[in-house]
């Protein structure tokens, strides 16, 4: 999410939160995109990638390209999320409130 930590830039994978239920099939981009950002969840249906500025205490918000250059695992952008949730990951798990709901978002 964006912070002073990510220079107010964040990024964001947007998914149907009803997909079970509709019984839409696993989005395997999608996925592999959460999964190398290491959030582990499992993407059904439809999704779409979203990168913004946005400093509110400076109210400045700004819709940022996301190319197809930025789904590199070497972005940096990837690396910092990856980073990012596995230790929060981490963090809940050593604190035993660990549940996959409480790692959708992307960080950037």
């Known amino acids: 999410l964006p912070s002073n930590r990510s220079e107010y830039v964040g990024v964001t994978l947007y998914a ?5 239920a509709k019984e839409l099939r696993v989005n395997q981009r999608a996925t592999q995109l959460a999964i190398s950002c290491g959030v582990l969840i499992e993407v059904l249906g439809d999704a779409f990638v979203t990168r913004v500025f946005d400093d509110d205490k400076r109210h400045k918000f700004q819709r940022l390209n996301f ?3 930025d789904c590199s695992s070497h972005s940096k952008w990837m690396r910092r999320a990856k980073d990012h949730n596995l230790k929060r990951r981490k ?3 050593q ?3 660990y549940s996959q709901q409480q790692t959708y978002g992307l960080s950037s």
Do not use: K, P, S, V
Request: proline content about 0%; cysteine-free.
């Open 95 to 97: 604190h035993g409130m």
């Open 67 to 69: 190319t197809l250059r």
């Open 16 to 20: 149907d939160d009803l997909g079970q």
């Open 91 to 93: 963090g809940y798990i």
